[in-house]
């Protein structure tokens, strides 16, 4: 089974500001199969970004993804009130397995 | 639009069976896999497992296989997630969710969950 390790585990930082998110997998995985997350309070994970770095339909432009192999990165680049959250990794190439989550939380 | 609607939330017993669905509409139901994803009380995402509406072949996480059976009525675009004996530990929250885009089918859409909690 693959495995998901994101870090930090909590992210706080101000409005305005960048986010940079890590995912790293325990065994080398395609591109085509890295996805993000957003879980708010309360309600049900949200696709953002798929295959790596494709944006989900709706996700505004300060989202992006990228990466390879092993190593994944989520970075948001100007902080909104509605980005704090809780953020997972997923890769789907070999079964499916979810990162254990970054909460982004307001400094 | 594309909807997954789930059953309501729970209370149950331990040692007590339970079945949750996960109604699909708006998509072609029997093309696409629907998955199962446990959240444990604070806690992350986990994949149980996912079932193919077509053919009922199933695929379990080495964490679920044998805890929980995953199974879909295709004439009502239905899929269930079903337990003989619950246990404490199976308090959660549920989601089911597919993926329809043909390059690898992330989890675009899901459902609004499932609270089941278990308690004697």
């Known amino acids: 089974e693959i495995v998901l390790t994101q870090s930090p585990g909590t992210l706080s930082l101000s409005p305005g500001e960048r986010a940079t998110l890590s995912c790293r997998a325990s065994?080398?995985?395609?591109?085509?199969?890295l996805a993000w997350y957003q879980q708010r309070p309360g309600q049900a994970p949200r696709l953002l970004v798929y295959?790596?770095?494709t944006r989900a339909t709706g996700i505004p432009d300060r989202f992006s993804g990228s990466g390879s192999g092993t190593d994944f990165t989520l970075t948001i680049s100007r902080l909104e009130s509605e980005d704090f959250a809780v953020y997972y990794c997923q890769q789907y190439g070999y079964s499916r397995t979810f990162g254990q989550g970054t909460k982004l939380e307001i400094k | 639009e594309v909807q997954l609607e789930q059953s309501g939330a729970e209370v149950k017993k331990p040692g007590e069976s339970l079945r949750i669905s996960c109604k699909a509409s708006g998509y072609n139901f029997k093309n696409y896999w629907i998955n199962w994803v446990r959240q444990m009380p604070g806690k992350g995402l986990e994949w149980m497992g996912r079932i193919d509406p077509s053919d009922s072949y199933t695929d379990y996480s080495p964490s679920f296989q044998g805890h929980v059976a995953i199974s879909v009525d295709k004439s009502i675009n239905t899929a269930y997630l079903q337990w003989s004996s619950l246990k404490a530990s199976d308090t959660a929250m549920y989601y089911c969710?597919?993926?329809?885009?043909?390059?690898?089918?992330?989890?675009?859409?899901w459902g609004q969950g499932t609270l089941v909690t278990v308690s004697s």
């Open positions: 969710a597919t993926g329809l885009d043909s390059s690898g089918f992330p989890f675009d859409y």
């Open positions: 295959g790596t770095s």
């Open positions: 065994q080398s995985i395609s591109t085509d199969y």
